[in-house]
């Protein structure tokens, strides 16, 4: 049963899972939430997190055996196809459910957060339009967190657009290190067709904008440190690619530049809520 518990999170892609959550529940609580807010938010935006990663590892087994990811759960034999897909199931079905507890507006875009991002699991990762997923959902989370409040009050566009551009740049820096395999399967995305370098230059020009709307988004002057975080949404990406190239060396998958990007969010959006310029 233990093995059975670890495959299932390790399939979950815990990683990102956790980053999403986080972000999440630092928003819910930058925005105004009360203890009982921020839960609601933390637990219906992880089940979404658990329904799409799962997802993802259920539909994507057969390519993952076939291109030796002795590093995914299920292709690697430690939990069943059918045990990850019922729990993604289960997932999806928890998450509108957990949001209605905030109110039935926020649950909706959360709901549209959860649909886009399964569309990103089939069919349109394989497609030109597969940035579009991640756009929509990532902007649509800060939009739920927003309006999950009482009130419901409307959510900035800034705030929306800066998750966009989050999203959209974390689907060129996490695909980097598997376009070999991709191709291998015939999956060809828009970072497949752009390429390495075109996915890169995409994914840190679109981390960079999502920053300076942060900072430059909110009523009032950006403040020092804001401009710092743009400064380093400018530097990251580049030692992460630096840092990539020397765990290919080193016989590892490339991941640092999908976890930069994933920091400097992060970063983002902690500087973001201690400024109190959210809503």
């Not at 928003?27 to 658990?50: D, E, I, Y």
């Not at 199931?89 to 957990?98: E, G, I, K, S, Y």
């Amino acid at each position: 049963m233990s093995s059975r518990v670890l495959g299932l999170v390790r399939a979950s892609h815990p990683e990102p899972a956790a980053a999403v959550t986080t972000v999440a529940g630092l928003l819910a609580w930058g925005v105004g939430h009360r203890p009982s807010g921020v839960a609601s938010v933390v637990l219906a935006v992880l089940a979404s997190q658990l329904a799409v990663g799962w997802t993802n590892d259920a539909l994507d087994a057969d390519r993952d055996v076939t291109v030796g990811r002795t590093d995914k759960p299920v292709a690697a034999g430690a939990v069943g196809r059918r045990t990850v897909a019922w729990g993604a199931a289960v997932a999806a079905v928890a998450c509108p459910l957990l949001a209605l507890t905030t109110n039935p507006v926020a649950a909706f875009w959360l709901t549209v957060a959860l649909v886009s991002a399964l569309l990103y699991d089939w069919p349109l990762k394989a497609t030109p339009l597969s940035v579009l997923p991640y756009a929509v959902s990532f902007g649509a989370l800060p939009a739920f967190v927003v309006l999950a409040l009482p009130g419901q009050p409307t959510p900035p566009a800034w705030l929306v657009l800066a998750g966009a551009c989050l999203g959209a740049g974390a689907h060129f820096a996490n695909v980097l290190p598997d376009l070999d395999d991709d191709a291998r399967t015939g999956v060809r995305g828009l970072p497949h067709r752009l390429g390495a370098a075109g996915s890169r230059a995409a994914a840190a020009g679109l981390l960079l904008t999502a920053t300076a709307v942060l900072v430059l988004g909110p009523p009032g002057p950006p403040s020092a440190v804001g401009l710092a975080a743009v400064t380093t949404a400018a530097v990251v990406p580049p030692l992460s690619w630096y840092g990539g190239r020397a765990a290919v060396r080193a016989g590892r998958r490339p991941v640092a530049a999908f976890r930069a990007m994933m920091l400097v969010a992060l970063i983002d959006v902690v500087l973001l809520v201690a400024s109190g310029r959210v809503v």
